[in-house]
């Protein structure tokens, strides 16, 4: 069995989604480190996966290996990346609870809207907005102050900035989901694909 392609297949199993799985790897890697207080380990292994998220879509460009395994494969691996470290760093009591649940419901909310556009069989509309990368960017930008200012290296005076980046962050995301529920709520109330073909075929 091939593992990595030549360029252009639409083989699964090519270089840009082998570093997504790593990327996924990484994770519990992460969480072990940092949950056993090795915080520099646990940037280091935060860095290198955020590293692998732009190499993977570098590779996928570059050599032509876009696949649906690698469209679904990596924003899960985004998700679960940016999830379990805001989780663990609120475990630490190093970012308050709202904002992780904020984060949540938005998931939540997008997983629920994700779903019901399946169910319909409708065009599920993937393409992030920019003030979508916008949060993500914040967020990568805040786990990375976070991680950082929970060193017993790092200065006092870190704390402060790490909450107004989160509340940055915060401001992106309830901007994001608003703006994603106004360009695609119009779904919510769509007649759904297959119930269309069903009654196109008992007309005729």
């Known amino acids: 069995m091939r593992y990595f392609v030549g360029v252009g297949t639409p083989h699964s199993l090519n270089i840009p989604n082998t570093i997504t799985v790593f990327r996924l790897v990484l994770i519990p890697v992460f969480l072990g480190l940092f949950l056993s207080h090795r915080v520099e380990w646990a940037l280091a292994c935060f860095g290198l996966a955020a590293v692998s998220d732009a190499l993977d879509g570098f590779f996928a460009r570059l050599l032509n290996q876009r696949t649906k395994l690698g469209a679904i494969l990596d924003p899960i691996a985004d998700k679960l990346l940016i999830v379990s470290a805001l989780t663990a760093l609120w475990l630490e009591r190093r970012l308050p609870p709202w904002l992780v649940g904020l984060i949540a419901l938005q998931n939540l909310l997008m997983i629920a809207g994700a779903l019901m556009v399946k169910w319909k069989r409708l065009e599920i509309p993937a393409q992030p907005s920019r003030i979508g990368k916008y949060a993500t960017f914040t967020l990568l930008c805040l786990i990375v102050l976070s991680l950082v ?28 989901t608003i703006q994603y529920f106004v360009r695609f709520g119009y779904l919510w109330f769509a007649p759904s694909q297959h119930r269309g073909r069903t009654k196109n075929l008992a007309q005729g």
Not at 159 to 172: D, N, Q, S, T
């Open 149 to 176: 200012s929970s060193s017993p290296h790092a200065p006092a005076q870190l704390r402060p900035y790490v909450a107004v980046l989160g509340f940055i962050a915060a401001e992106c995301i309830i901007i994001s």
